[in-house]
């Protein structure tokens, strides 16, 4: 029988290569979504993966929904922490809902889908959780720093749930992408985005699929030992 994988915001950008590439591994994929349900029902229709609509910010959502598809299709061995949002700007115009929403889905979130099925893994002695944080979050960026603070707050999360869920053959992992060619990133002005790629030493943004090819790895069974770590995929742009 197939592991169970649960991918948030997997059905666009990054989280849609993800699930993709999960199922091309064998591996039973849900996808989350929180907004466009035309989008959704799109991909589910080319892909056949299933796709359920819910906040991962809201705590009872993330409850009921993981429920719902352990009774529709089973248990959830693998999450896949991908859901985020950006509400840019500088601290002087920033308020607090930007602050709160960012800090709701994207950190909150972690935690919620973390509640959600954690215990069920430890049942079973088994459990792969990626957390897809930032190099935003390991590096800083101006204008974001409530974007930075949650994706640097995932970090931690890691690695203090990894400690956790060692003893119970669960492991708990980040990945930090840097620039990604993704819809987010193509709403860059063309001038900004030059100076991006200019800092990259590989010379070119990442490709999403190269993000998933790095959680693949981190949810198979080859990744036993591999805990608590971050892996910082953002083409040489940010190294510590």
């Known amino acids: 029988m197939s592991r169970i994988a649960v991918v948030t915001g997997g059905t666009r950008g990054i989280g849609k290569a993800i699930s993709l590439a999960l199922k091309e591994t064998g591996v039973t994929v849900v996808a989350n979504y929180g907004g ?3 989008k959704a029902a799109a991909f589910t229709e080319a892909t056949g993966i299933p796709s359920y609509k819910w906040d991962v910010g809201d705590h009872q959502a993330c409850l009921d929904n993981i429920a719902k598809i352990e009774g529709e299709v089973g248990g959830v061995d693998i999450v896949v922490n991908n859901a985020g949002i950006t ?3 500088v601290l002087a115009r920033m308020s607090f809902d930007d602050w709160n ?3 709701r889905i994207n950190l909150g979130g972690c935690f919620n889908m973390a509640k959600a099925t954690f215990g069920s893994m430890r049942e079973r002695g088994f459990g792969r959780i990626v957390n897809i944080g930032s190099i935003n979050g390991q590096a ?4 974001q720093v409530n974007y930075a603070a949650a994706k640097s707050g995932i970090h931690g999360f890691t690695k203090a749930l990894a400690q956790e869920g ?5 492991t708990v992992n980040a990945i930090a992408p840097g620039y990604i060619d993704t819809d987010m990133v193509a709403a860059v002005p063309p001038a900004v985005l030059e100076k991006i790629v200019a800092k990259i030493p590989v010379g070119r943004l990442g490709q999403a699929e190269e993000i998933a090819r790095g959680v693949a790895f981190l949810v198979s069974e ?3 030992f591999v ?3 971050t892996l910082s995929l953002n083409g040489g ?3 510590y």
């Open 140 to 143: 800083g960026q101006y204008g």
């Open 166 to 170: 060692a003893k119970f053959g669960i």
């Open 36 to 38: 466009d349900e035309a």
């Open 87 to 89: 509400r840019d700007g």
């Open 237 to 239: 742009q940010h190294m």
């Open 227 to 229: 805990t608590g770590s």
């Open 101 to 103: 929403e960012v800090m």
């Open 222 to 224: 080859d990744a036993g």
